[in-house]
């Protein structure tokens, strides 16, 4: 059974920075796709950064050159360094999770929040 433990949430300022991590628990395989969504209050679900076992990254539109992901395969981990942050990033994180096996299964996180206030 696989869960999702994150950490680095919290308050941060206007222009100040944040990193989120993110580590699976047990064995997830080697083929995967880890990383972090987000959900605003009233907003749909989006995706913020996603990077596969073998090193490909998916990045936001809205958050390229600002955010960046990484991943240590060997600890079944993932983390999200965010720079530059705003009012807009603001938002409930959740860390996802896709194992690409003879199933294809997905994990969530129960969600981090991450405010961006003075």
């Known amino acids: 059974q696989v869960q999702l433990v994150e950490s680095g949430g919290g308050l941060v300022q206007p222009g100040g920075s944040l990193t989120l991590s993110c580590a699976a628990s047990g064995s997830i395989g080697s083929v995967f796709r880890m990383g972090w969504y987000r959900q605003a209050p009233g907003k749909q679900r989006e995706l913020v950064a996603t990077i596969t076992s073998g090193g490909s990254t998916v990045i936001a539109d809205s958050v390229k050159n600002r955010f960046t992901i990484s991943r240590d395969n060997t600890k079944n981990a993932v983390s999200m360094q965010m720079n530059s942050l705003n009012a807009e990033d603001t938002a409930v994180y959740y860390c996802?999770?896709?194992?690409?096996?003879?199933?294809?299964?997905?994990?969530w996180g129960q969600g981090t929040q991450v405010t961006v206030s003075s």
């Open positions: 996802h999770l896709l194992v690409v096996g003879p199933l294809v299964k997905a994990y």
